[in-house]
């Protein structure tokens, strides 16, 4: 079982950046795939980006060209850089890995975005 651990979340307003960043207990090349997804409140927890462990990544429509996902090997470490942020995306932003039928959930990181 991979730990995942959050971090970077936090308050900005609308039209700023943010970035939250994931490490991993192993090394990220070692794993299939990993994301990040957020859960707004009274919504269901919704597919953000992924990136593979060979680097192919893939966005939500609702945030591509606004999103960045890249990693750090050295680190085993992956970031989500967020720019041009909006209020409707506040959530909890949470680290996933997927390792065949494996996968595991860091504990989220609150993001806050004010208009």
């Known amino acids: 079982q991979v730990q995942l651990v959050e971090s970077g979340g936090g308050l900005v307003q609308a039209g700023g950046s943010l970035r939250v960043s994931c490490t991993a207990s192993?090394?990220?090349?070692?794993?299939?795939?990993m994301g990040w997804y957020r859960q707004a409140p009274g919504k269901q927890r919704e597919l953000v980006a992924t990136?593979?462990?060979?680097?192919?990544?893939n966005y939500a429509d609702s945030v591509r060209g606004r999103f960045t996902i890249s990693r750090d090997g050295a680190k085993n470490t992956v970031y989500l850089q967020m720019n041009s942020l909006k209020p409707e995306d506040t959530a909890v932003y949470y680290c996933?890995?997927?390792?065949?039928?494996?996968?595991?959930w860091g504990q989220g990181t609150q993001v806050t975005v004010s208009s």
């Open positions: 996933n890995s997927r390792h065949g039928s494996l996968s595991s």
């Open positions: 990136i593979t462990n060979s680097g192919s990544t």
């Open positions: 192993r090394t990220i090349f070692s794993i299939n795939v």
